[in-house]
């Protein structure tokens, strides 16, 4: 039984935990919020901590062939360096949300132990609350109920424990975790519903399972870093969002790149959160020099005040003010769509109204968002930039061309993405998504010296935006237009404008994509309770922006009403992505049925060939 945690051990609980997560995956997979076949957190979890577990393999390797090692065990290799080896592969291989996240945890362990060669259990509590701590202070606006709260638990119940012993710290921390996670009904209604637990807080749990198997001397297999993963065909998970809404007492939103030191940072972060709210402050990885570039969003009254305190901390550039006020519609909405209520004003009910209420009259389209939607997820995601941060004008490398990397499944929209320019990235063929590796490297092949990059959907935006960082820090510039459906794309490539300054560019795709409300149709994999009611195995689902709005039995019927709930909404134009399974005869139903109910809008259909989703619907 280890004594300490040392690098031997993390290497054992990468293996075992990388185990465990294999035996339990498909159970993981299951617990999604919705009835649709797009559960796949376990199956993110699995790739990540493989992405890991292959990193340490290459780490022992490069280490053996330079005579680092000279013979040594491998438990005299500095812990701090096997866990940043650890939390760079699972950042490079990291899938979905939860993935990313998880990634983050190990990156904060290896930021705790980083001169560590063991660790005793006082160490290793503090390297779980920082590991904690860190997928927090990524998260754009952290929702209870996730993977987040059973981090956090198991970090209080570890921090308790009265004592050195590597066991006690351990099983503490897995009890608290288990604890947490069967709380997690009680804090999201959306899982209360479905009558699950939170995904991702039962990946970490499986993890910590696994800490503790391995510090009692239990079984320690050897997975096989190449091993295949034996994921279902699955597409990523689209589950209800929590929005950033913020105080309406505060009239601007200020948002800066800045380079300053960590304890800066910290004293920025109290004067921040006396100025004002929504306060977030996201630090890139450590390097070897002292600073790192921070990205700062607060909502204040005090422009200055704001910009001032940035100044005192390091060094503030590419500083940019929103005024609410200047960005209201005609209809009293904020021009970023967010209400103070947490909905948007073009959301959809469960009985078709907008949350505004709809007019008598049809609606005119929405107008652009001048901003990207700061969503988290179920699983939690990290916070997107609007603008690529890539540094001072003078830091930045020449500019040698553009190009756009998109995210897709299916041959129709692979084609149609090509077609338009972009550089596509696809799933793979078991419907798992890219990892943060896969579009780096899709970045890297395009060439270019400007890249934005669209994910398509919720569950590959986390990825998405790690992959973006990675390609900045390699003087590419890079920036994500979090797109969640692929409808989205298709309006943000159409504003495409290679004559535009980049940030600009950025801005009017983000905008476009913004403005088109996007929904799908799928098939109930299972019997569940959804905010539109109760669903049976094999029903047709409709949603709208990631929320089951219409439970019906027949395809046509349901496509049909989806539009008609959409269009008495508002919207001028209609695009319809088929999915390789759908009637030869749906696409010229639901055109004549719009072109009869809805003379004024027009119509445009591509063949998608999507797997799950018969129908994906953009309306603009």
């Known amino acids: 039984m280890p004594e300490t945690l040392d690098a031997a051990v993390v290497r054992d609980w990468c293996a075992a935990g990388l185990e465990r997560l294999r035996q339990h995956q498909h159970e993981i997979d299951a617990l999604n919020v919705y009835p649709v076949p797009d559960g796949d957190t376990g199956t993110n979890l699995v790739l990540t901590v493989a992405a890991g577990y292959t990193a340490l393999a290459d780490a022992d390797g490069a280490a053996a062939l330079s005579g680092a090692l000279d013979g040594a065990t491998a438990s005299a290799a500095p812990l701090g360096r096997i866990l940043r080896s650890l939390a760079r592969g699972a950042l490079l291989g990291a899938r979905g949300n939860s993935g990313v996240i998880l990634s983050q945890m190990f990156g904060g362990m290896a930021e705790s132990l980083a001169q560590a060669s063991d660790a005793g259990g006082r160490a290793l509590a503090a390297a779980l609350d920082r590991a904690a701590v860190s997928a927090r202070a990524a998260v754009s606006e952290p929702v209870e109920g996730t993977i987040l709260t059973v981090a956090r638990a198991a970090a209080d119940a570890a921090l308790a424990v009265d004592g050195d012993d590597v066991v006690a710290v351990a099983r503490a921390a897995r009890e608290s975790a288990r604890e947490a996670l069967a709380r997690t009904p009680q ?306 490539l159409a504003v495409r404008d290679p004559d535009r300054r980049f940030e600009d560019d950025i801005i009017a795709m983000a905008e476009s994509a913004g403005a088109c409300r996007y929904a799908e149709v799928t098939t109930a994999s299972r019997d569940a309770l959804t905010v539109a009611g109760l669903c049976r195995r094999g029903d047709v689902l409709a949603l709208v922006q990631g929320e089951v709005t219409l439970i019906g039995q027949d395809l046509v019927d349901t496509c049909r009403r989806l539009l008609d709930r959409l269009l008495a909404a508002g919207g001028e134009m209609v695009t319809l992505l088929t999915g390789d399974r759908v009637p030869e005869d749906l696409v010229g139903i639901l055109t004549e049925h719009v072109g009869r109910e809805w003379p004024f809008v027009e119509v445009h259909c591509y063949r998608g060939g999507q797997p799950h989703y018969p129908l994906l619907v953009g309306v603009e």
């Not at 005192?312 to 005609?330: C, H, K, N, T, W």
């Open 187 to 492: 804090q999201l209604p959306a899982l209360a519903r479905a009558g699950v637990v939170d995904a991702g807080g039962r990946g970490l749990v499986v993890l910590l399972d696994a800490l503790v198997e391995v510090v009692t001397g239990g079984a320690r297999p050897d997975p096989g870093a190449a091993d295949t993963v034996p994921a279902p065909p699955m597409a990523p998970a689209r589950t209800a969002a929590q929005r950033e809404t913020g105080s309406g007492e505060y009239d601007y939103e200020v948002q800066y790149l800045l380079d300053a030191p960590a304890e800066a940072v910290d004293r920025l972060r109290h004067v921040l959160g006396r100025l004002g709210d929504s306060v977030v402050v996201v630090g890139a990885p450590a390097g070897e020099t002292t600073d790192r570039t921070w990205n700062v969003h607060v909502h204040v009254n005090d422009v200055g005040a704001a910009i001032e305190a940035g100044i005192e901390a390091g060094r503030p550039y590419r500083i940019s003010v929103l005024r609410f006020d200047d960005q209201m519609r005609p209809d009293g909405m904020r021009h970023d769509g967010m209400r103070h209520d947490g909905m948007r004003h073009d959301e959809m009910r469960p009985d078709g109204m907008r949350h505004d209420e709809m007019r008598k009259a049809p609606a005119p389209a929405p107008t652009p968002v001048a901003a990207v939607d700061m969503a988290a997820e179920v699983d939690a995601v990290l916070p997107v930039p609007l603008i690529d941060p890539v540094g001072p004008a003078d830091e930045r490398p020449p500019q040698s061309g553009r190009a756009v990397v998109v995210v897709c499944d299916g041959d129709g929209s692979a084609e149609l993405f090509a077609a338009e320019g972009a550089t596509v990235v696809r799933r793979h063929p078991d419907g798992a998504a890219p990892s943060t590796g896969e579009i780096l490297d899709t970045i890297r092949a395009t060439g270019a010296g400007s890249v934005v990059v669209m994910p398509n959907d919720p569950n590959v935006i986390a990825a998405a935006t790690a992959a973006a960082e990675e390609a900045r820090a390699e003087g590419i510039r890079a920036g994500v237009v979090p797109t969640r459906s692929p409808v989205q794309a298709l309006a943000a």
